[in-house]
């Protein structure tokens, strides 16, 4: 007996000494994993940045290690461009620089007018320059050689997402901070010449946007979170013109190959839901795509190209610390990363 109990304590000795997560290399370059950004909690200053490779190694403190400081306070926003990585900090009103193959600091962009913070909130890119949401009225433009604001674009209330189509740009104005009257446009930027060319009327509180293969735009718009309910709008954008409307529950939509990942959260029911959505029949094709039933708040969603993997953070709440769960393009589960508060993006690498 005395054996037996011998050999049941060494399994679990064994058992626990796997399980734990390797450590992460303090120098090198990254590969072979993910960046996944935590937001934190509002004014709490703890946003960070988990790293999840696929060795199983995790780090919750990437970015205080590598630079030694804190990220900021609300991490929004996470993308690549080129040999650089910029990270969008909401309430602390920066625009963090850094190094894609060391992950070291490169710059720290202030986003203040007069004083004032700008409050960003996501980015993207064209022709060398990074385009910056910013709760203030305006898109920032910024030059990804020198890293400094070169041009504000004013557009509508509260923007949020945005997203490149061909040489114009989408972005759709919130105005979630003047609830109840919230804005309900998106506004089109001629990139050509940085300009707001026009605004369509695509329904209240617009969030997330994305281009599909064909370039058209995909638009949340999530409505009062109450009365008005969430729907997905789609815009040509030849003629910038509403084409189809579809009334469904939708948080966020992530591209995964040519389909798109319908993710939703409903804030009533605390119910989570993944469905998987045909752009070019314009149909879910499966309402229920990976059973998300059992999350306690389903928060982002990302895929994995290099791997064919798809990537689901639970939120736990918004006050605890969060999971991120990877899963095969079948819907099996393969692992999972407890990681730092509020995980919402992630940023793959090959």
Same mark, same amino acid.
């Given at each position: 007996?005395?054996?037996? !109990?011998?050999?049941?304590? &060494? ?29 934190? &909690? ?17 780090? $919750? *403190?990437?970015? %205080? ?47 203040? !007018? ?31 050689? =020198? ?31 003047? *609830? ?23 329904? &209240?509180?617009?969030?997330r946007c994305i281009t599909d293969d ?6 949340? %718009? ?13 815009? $040509? ?26 993710? $939703? ?7 989570? =839901? ?18 998300? !039933?059992?999350?306690?708040t389903l928060y982002g969603v990302g ?13 736990m709440g918004f006050t605890n610390s ?5 899963? =095969? =393009? ?10 730092? &508060? ?9």
């Amino acid at each position: 007996m005395r054996l037996i !109990s011998l050999v049941f304590v &060494l399994i679990l000795v064994v058992s626990c000494i796997k399980d734990k997560p390797k450590p992460v290399p303090l120098s090198g370059v990254l590969s072979n994993g993910v960046v996944v950004l935590c937001e934190g &909690l509002f004014q709490q200053n703890n946003t960070s940045l988990s790293w999840v490779g696929n060795d199983g190694s995790i780090s $919750n *403190t990437l970015f %205080a290690t590598k630079s030694g400081r804190q990220l900021g306070d609300t991490g929004n926003d996470i993308k690549r461009y080129g040999a650089k990585v910029y990270v969008v900090v909401n309430v602390s009103s920066t625009v963090e620089v850094i190094d894609a193959n060391t992950f070291n600091p490169i710059k720290q962009i202030s986003m203040q !007018s007069g004083g004032v913070p700008k409050q960003p909130r996501s980015i993207d890119f064209y022709n060398g320059k990074a385009y910056v949401t910013c709760y203030d009225g305006y898109v920032d433009v910024i030059d990804t050689v =020198s890293l400094a604001v070169i041009e504000r674009i004013p557009v509508g209330l509260n923007p949020e997402g945005l997203t490149v189509s061909g040489s114009k740009l989408y972005v759709s104005n919130s105005g979630g901070l003047n *609830t109840p009257v919230m804005d309900s446009t998106l506004s089109v930027i001629d990139l050509n010449s940085n300009t707001e060319i026009q605004k369509i009327t695509v329904g &209240l509180n617009p969030g997330r946007c994305i281009t599909d293969d064909e370039g058209d735009v995909y638009v949340v %718009a999530r409505g009062d979170y109450a009365g008005v309910s969430s729907k997905m709008i789609r815009i $040509n954008t030849v003629s910038d013109n509403v084409v189809n409307s579809f009334d469904l529950g939708v948080s966020g939509i992530t591209k995964m190959n040519d389909k798109f990942l319908i993710s $939703n959260y409903d804030f009533s029911s605390g119910q989570s =839901s993944l469905a998987l959505f045909d752009p070019v029949l314009d149909v879910v094709v499966n309402s229920s795509y990976i059973d998300v !039933s059992g999350f306690t708040t389903l928060y982002g969603v990302g895929f994995n190209p290099y791997t064919n993997t798809l990537f689901i953070s639970d939120a736990m709440g918004f006050t605890n610390s969060g999971y991120v769960y990877e899963y =095969s =393009s079948l819907g099996t589960q393969i692992s999972s990363a407890h990681v730092g &508060l509020n995980p919402s993006k992630f940023l793959f690498y090959e």
